[in-house]
Structure formats: C-alpha cells, structure tokens
C-alpha cells in the first residue's frame, strides 16, 4: 500500500508478547507497539483524530491556529497533523519537558511556548493550561483541550481499541494502561468491553499524580500522571489503580530494554512496574493487554541517562499498592 501522507500511517501498530520480561507460564502480556506510530507515539492517534475530525464538521479550516498544553508527544503529533493540514500549532510547554522534545517541536514547525511559574501545585500544568487558553482566546485559534475533548478517548476507540480486537483472538482478561489524559485507557476499554464484558480495567498511575485522587507530590518523568483531573474520566469505568514511582519506572523501561530488546519510554516502563504489581493476583492462564506508548530515544537524556536516574529520590511516598475504584 502506498500512502499519500505520513497521517495515513497512523495506527495499525504491531503487537507482541512480553514472554521475555514476563516469562511467567500461567499468564500472557501482549503489548501494542505504539512508538512506532510515525510520530514516535500513540498521542498520534487523537492528533490525527481531532484535525481530520475538526475539518470535516468545519470547527477547524486551514489558517487556524491550534493551542495546546503538552509536555512533548501530544505537541509533536500535533504539530505533524497540524501542518499536513493548512493548520499552524502553538505548544505551550515548562521547564520539565525534555531538550529532545523541545528539539523536535522545533523541527515539526510548532511555536513553543514556555511557562516558568509553578502553579499552585507546585508543578507546571496549571500555569500552562491557563496560559494556553488566554493564546487559544485569539481570533482564528482553538485550544484543543486534550484532558476534557472527548474525540481524546473517541480516537482510540475508534483505532487502537478495533485494532487489538481485530489482532487478538480469544479472551482478553485485562487490560492494563498507563494514564494522564485518560483519553487512551478509556476509549481501549470501552471498545474491547464491547466484545470482553468482563475484561478488568487497571491504570497505572505516577506516585503523586491526583487523578484517582491520591496527594499530590513531586514527578519528574514527563507525559505521566497528572496534577488535574481530567474532565473526561468516568472513574466507575476503572477497576483498579496500580501508582508507580520514577525510580520504578526507569526500572521498568531498562528491564524491557534488557529482556525484550525494546527502546520505550518512561511511561512503558511504568506499564511494566504496575504488571509487577498486578502478577501475584491473576488467576491461572490470565492474558493481559497493555500498551507501549512512546520511544526511549526521547529519554535519553532522562530515563537513559545515569545522572539524572541518579538524582531521583531514594524512597518516594506510595500510596496503596492496588486501589479499588469501581465496585
């Protein structure tokens, strides 16, 4: 097949077992290979999404100006989609968001945009979706709003939801996620419940991230947790929450590197901790979906550089290791 843009190559991401990294024999993790969407994520997804959906309904015409809050993959798949399209991009990022992400903003043609206040949670993304709504109240520009737009969530139903459906034959017992937005967890679930009614939903969430409503603390890897909570989650969709540290997470992601060969990001590396947590309670022959949502080149100056791993904490807070949230 030959495409007629790199927006056409969105999706239809391959999929593979963690035998290595989970060679327990009684259970099965597969996971979708996300970073090798053309934009290096699975944020490609709702980026394509809500463009293409935003110019057929009219909200969107070529000349218009995007605005978004972004930390990196979200910006950059934006800014892809954005300018295929006739559309200019504005990324407003803060002092957290990685050289490399900022170097590729850049190169895509996005206008950065950084705020240096810390907001009244002592991070950044208070300040910056304020400051993205007051760039968003000019005339011709639109914010895109990722944490409350519900073609977030619609993008992955639509896609990476039919996608393990149409690639994963049999029962699929669990599918474990990691969350910000909440618009990925959520549109996979909703999808895959459709044929997997009793499938469990389990998020992986960033110790001091407050979306399920623990306190909020300090985070160092980009693009993971949250210090808001998304105005689309429906927390009654969600099983069970699993929080991951930093120093957990960089774990994960050289253990998935070292087994299975995998250069992900930090958020994967998370997916691998909470799976950790979540193993001893699984029932015999449980399979588990999950997915791998970005590249580790992006975090070579993070998650693969032994000086900053180093400057984490040594203990974090954790809160429970496995919290109900629906009954």
Request: include cysteine; aromatic fraction near 4%.
């Amino acid at each position: 097949m030959i495409h007629d843009s790199v927006l056409s190559c969105v999706g239809s991401t391959p999929m593979v077992r963690l035998d290595r990294c989970f060679p327990e024999p009684d259970t099965e993790v597969i996971a979708k290979l996300e970073m090798l969407n053309p934009g290096g994520s699975m944020k490609d997804r709702p980026a394509r999404f809500i463009v293409e959906q935003g110019l057929r309904d009219g909200t969107l015409h070529p000349g218009m100006r995007l605005v978004e809050s972004t930390s990196g993959n979200l910006g950059i798949a934006l800014a892809m989609a954005a300018s295929l399209h006739g559309l200019s991009f504005t990324a407003v990022v803060d002092p957290k968001t990685s050289t490399t992400n900022l170097r590729l903003l850049a190169l895509y043609g996005a206008d950065v945009e950084m705020v240096t206040e810390l907001d009244e949670a002592g991070g950044y993304l208070h300040t910056r979706v304020r400051r993205a709504r007051e760039l968003a109240a000019a005339p011709g520009a639109v914010m895109v709003n990722q944490y409350a737009n519900d073609l977030n969530w619609r993008a992955y139903h639509e896609t990476a939801g039919q996608e393990i459906l149409q690639t994963v034959a049999g029962s699929i017992d669990y599918l474990v996620a990691a969350v910000s937005t909440t618009g990925s967890i959520l549109g996979m679930a909703r999808r895959l419940r459709q044929q997997h009614p009793n499938m469990k939903v389990v998020a992986v969430d960033a110790v001091g991230s407050v979306i399920f409503g623990a306190p909020a603390g300090p985070r160092q890897l980009p693009g993971f947790g949250a210090s808001r909570v998304p105005e689309i989650l429906n927390q009654q969709e969600i099983d069970q929450v699993l929080h991951v540290g930093d120093a957990d997470s960089v774990a994960g992601c050289h253990r998935l590197l070292e087994t299975e060969k995998i250069f992900a990001g930090g958020s994967s590396g998370a997916v691998v901790a909470g799976i950790d947590k979540l193993l001893p309670q699984l029932e015999p022959g449980a399979r588990v979906v999950t997915m791998l949502p970005d590249r580790g080149e992006r975090y070579l100056d993070l998650v693969y550089d032994d000086t900053w791993v180093a400057g984490l904490p040594d203990a974090q807070w954790e809160p429970e290791a496995v919290d109900a949230v629906a009954s």
